[in-house]
């Protein structure tokens, strides 16, 4: 039995218990309240606070000057009949629910195979060594370009970093035109390792320069 059918016959117990009590239940339906109080502490509780209610009401019923209400066993049985029903609905339901839940769970485990069997893979990044362009500043360093849907991402791995050295990552097309994509700041290793991106293509890519902030390049690769 999974915890949701556990859950769910606990709440139709604990419904069913004052019925218990006073009697109202057939015999299948006292047999399953009985089998369930065997192994639930909790239902047992609450029905130990409910058995004082019986004692309660017959200590009220002396103070009422009315004759006791005798329920027809007709009305009585079609109560049980309605409640009956009702179970039967509430089962019918959990067991509509789990079905559905199932094959949604089952076109969710489809789709998620689909999108990632349909989803196309990132073409390797390829890696072009930086030259310097400076001969007072020793850098030297490795851009690494990998296509992108949107764009291309540039990894930068750098060494010899001076240091309170600021510098940007600049990539120039095709065309001649220039973009600065990202800028970082020094670091006690003299070691910068920065992933910048532009919405460009590769394709559309002839060069990344690695700057000053002040527009003096000292890094260049060319792109193939």
Request: positive net charge; proline residues 5%.
């Given at each position: 039995?999974?915890?949701h059918?556990?859950?769910?016959?606990?709440?139709?117990?604990?419904?069913?218990?004052?019925?218990?009590?006073?009697?109202g239940?057939?015999?299948?339906?006292?047999?399953?309240?009985?089998?369930?109080?065997?192994?639930?502490?909790?239902?047992?509780?609450?029905?130990?606070?409910?058995?004082?209610?019986?004692?309660?009401?017959?200590r009220?019923?002396?103070?009422?000057?009315?004759?006791?209400?005798?329920?027809?066993?007709?009305?009585?049985?079609?109560?049980?009949?309605?409640?009956?029903?009702?179970?039967?609905?509430?089962?019918?339901?959990?067991r509509?629910?789990?079905?559905?839940?199932?094959?949604?769970?089952?076109?969710?485990?489809?789709l998620?195979?689909?999108?990632?069997?349909?989803?196309?893979?990132?073409?390797?990044?390829?890696?072009?060594?930086?030259?310097?362009?400076?001969?007072?500043?020793?850098?030297?360093?490795?851009?690494?370009?990998t296509?992108?849907?949107?764009?291309?991402?540039?990894?930068?791995?750098?060494?010899?970093?001076?240091?309170?050295?600021?510098?940007?990552?600049?990539?120039?097309?095709?065309?001649?035109?220039?973009?600065?994509?990202?800028?970082?700041?020094?670091?006690?290793?003299?070691?910068?390792?920065?992933?910048?991106?532009?919405?460009?293509?590769?394709?559309?890519?002839?060069?990344?320069?690695?700057?000053?902030?002040?527009?003096?390049?000292?890094?260049?690769?060319?792109i193939a």
């Amino acid at each position: 039995m999974t915890d949701h059918e556990q859950d769910h016959g606990h709440d139709e117990v604990r419904l069913s218990l004052g019925s218990y009590l006073a009697g109202g239940l057939d015999a299948a339906s006292r047999h399953e309240v009985q089998a369930h109080l065997e192994r639930c502490g909790a239902c047992r509780h609450e029905l130990a606070e409910l058995a004082v209610l019986p004692g309660l009401l017959a200590r009220v019923g002396p103070l009422i000057d009315e004759e006791p209400l005798e329920v027809p066993a007709t009305l009585r049985e079609g109560m049980l009949s309605r409640v009956r029903d009702e179970r039967r609905a509430q089962r019918a339901r959990l067991r509509a629910w789990r079905v559905g839940a199932s094959v949604l769970a089952a076109a969710a485990a489809l789709l998620l195979f689909v999108v990632v069997a349909r989803a196309p893979s990132s073409p390797a990044g390829v890696g072009y060594a930086m030259r310097p362009v400076s001969a007072t500043v020793p850098l030297r360093g490795v851009a690494t370009l990998t296509p992108k849907a949107w764009g291309t991402a540039v990894s930068l791995s750098l060494r010899g970093v001076p240091a309170g050295l600021n510098c940007e990552a600049v990539v120039v097309t095709v065309g001649g035109a220039s973009q600065v994509v990202g800028n970082w700041g020094s670091t006690p290793t003299h070691v910068v390792e920065v992933v910048v991106a532009t919405r460009l293509a590769t394709s559309r890519l002839r060069e990344v320069r690695v700057a000053t902030l002040d527009g003096r390049t000292l890094l260049s690769a060319r792109i193939a």
